[in-house]
C-alpha cells in the first residue's frame, strides 16, 4: 500500500526547534485519519509479522527493548528489587549452557517504577555495579493526570533528584477532549524542562483519547512540545496499545521527522504479554519507521509481565536439538 491511501497527514510547524514556545496551529489543520486506510494496513501489518520465519533476533531485540515495569499499590523494596535482579539477567538460569554463547548478558532496556521506589531500583544497580539498565518512574500524577500541573511538576523533579533517568508522563485527556490543544503544548512543554537531563516519554492514554484525529494531534504536540517519546497508556486504562493506534502514532513520528529531522521514540505499552505480541509490535515498526527506530534508544515496550514468555521463546529457539542416545 502506497503510504498516501493510509490518509494520515499533517503539516507541522517550521523546520528547526521542534520545541519552541507557542504552538504553530498550522499543525493541526491537517490532521485527518482514513480509518479504512487504517484497517487495512493493520491487515497487511498483521500478514508481515505472521511470515517472520526466524524469530530468535527479533525475542533478543524484544528484550533489549524492554521496559521492565512494576507500577502496584502494593510495590515494596524488596519486589522492586527482586524486579532489578530478573532484568538484570533475565537469562541467568541458562547462563552455563554453552549455546547460550553471549546470551546471558542481554539486559532489558530500563526498568519502570513509582517515584516513590526509584531508590530501591537506583541502589540495587549500584550495589550490582550495573550501568546500562535504565531507571524509568511515571510521574505526574500517573496513571490519571488529574492534579494541579504544580504538584506535577514537583513529581517530575522527585523522581530525577532520586536517580530516575528516564520520566514516563501522563498528559491531561482532559485538554485532549476538550480541544485545548494550547494548553497541552504548554503543560507538556514546562513537564520537559522539569525533566533536566532525563529523557521524557509522554504518555497519551490512547484509550481516553477518544478519536484516531486526537491521537494523530495529541502525539505531534507531544512531539513538538520537546518529548522524547511517545508512549501509546499507562496500562491502566480499560483499552491499552493497540497496533491500529500504533500505526497512527508511527505516523505522527514519521512526519515530525520528515519535517524537523528530529526523531522521536515510540513505547507501546500496556497489555503486551506474549512474545508474539512483542514481535508483532517490532514488526510495525520496522515496518513504519524503519530499522532506525528498532533500538532502545527509540523503541520500548512497556510490559509487567511478557518478559517470561519472551524468555521461554528464547530459550526454545536458542537450545539445540536434543541428541538421541539410542
Ligand atoms: O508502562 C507500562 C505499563 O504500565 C505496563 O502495563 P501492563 O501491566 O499491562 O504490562
Known amino acids: 500500500m502506497k503510504d498516501s491511501e493510509l490518509k494520515v497527514s499533517g503539516q507541522p510547524q517550521k523546520e528547526g526547534n521542534p520545541a519552541s514556545s507557542v504552538l504553530d496551529h498550522e499543525v493541526l489543520k491537517y490532521s485527518f485519519v482514513s480509518p479504512f486506510g487504517v484497517k487495512q494496513r493493520l491487515r497487511e501489518l498483521r500478514l508481515i509479522s505472521s511470515h517472520i520465519k526466524n524469530e ?6 524484544a528484550l533489549e527493548c524492554l521496559d521492565f515495569t512494576t507500577l502496584a499499590g502494593d510495590d515494596t523494596p524488596v519486589n522492586v528489587r527482586n524486579l532489578c ?9 541458562f547462563a552455563t549452557h554453552k549455546w547460550m554463547n553471549d546470551l546471558h548478558w542481554k539486559r532489558v532496556a530500563a526498568v519502570c517504577v513509582y517515584p516513590q521506589r526509584v531508590p530501591d531500583a537506583v541502589q540495587f544497580f549500584k550495589e550490582c555495579s550495573i550501568k546500562n539498565v535504565g531507571v524509568a518512574s511515571v510521574a505526574t500524577g500517573f496513571p490519571t493526570g488529574q492534579y ?85 497508556s499507562t496500562g491502566k486504562e480499560t483499552v491499552n496499545a493497540t497496533l491500529d493506534v500504533g500505526i497512527i502514532m508511527c505516523r505522527a513520528i514519521r512526519t515530525i521527522y520528515e519535517v524537523t529531522g528530529k526523531k522521536i521514540g515510540f513505547k507501546p505499552a500496556g497489555g503486551i504479554k506474549t512474545s508474539k505480541d512483542a514481535i508483532e509490535w517490532l514488526s510495525l515498526v520496522k515496518c513504519e519507521l524503519g530499522d532506525e527506530w528498532l533500538n532502545p534508544s527509540l523503541f520500548r515496550i512497556g510490559a509487567s509481565s511478557v518478559l517470561d514468555d519472551i524468555v521461554t521463546s528464547i530459550i526454545h529457539r536458542a537450545r539445540p536439538p536434543a541428541v538421541e542416545i539410542i
Not at 85 to 93: I, M
Not at 181 to 199: P, Q, R, T, V
Not at 212 to 219: D, H, L, P, T
Request: glycine share 4%; charged share 25%.
Open 56 to 61: 530468535l533476533p527479533w525475542l533478543i531485540l
Open 85 to 93: 535482579r530478573k532484568a538484570s539477567h533475565p537469562l541467568s538460569s
Open 148 to 232: 494541579p500541573l504544580e504538584s506535577r511538576l514537583l513529581e517530575i523533579k522527585y523522581a530525577v533528584e532520586q536517580g530516575a533517568t528516564e520520566i514516563d508522563v501522563v498528559i491531561s485527556r482532559c485538554l485532549v477532549l476538550t480541544d485545548q490543544w494550547d494548553a497541552l503544548y504548554h503543560e507538556i512543554s514546562e513537564m520537559k524542562k522539569a525533566c533536566g537531563d532525563a529523557h521524557m516519554k509522554t504518555i497519551l492514554a490512547v484509550g481516553e483519547c477518544d478519536s484516531y484525529e486526537n491521537i494523530y494531534k495529541a502525539s505531534l504536540i507531544a512531539a513538538l512540545a520537546g518529548s522524547d517519546f511517545i508512549k501509546t
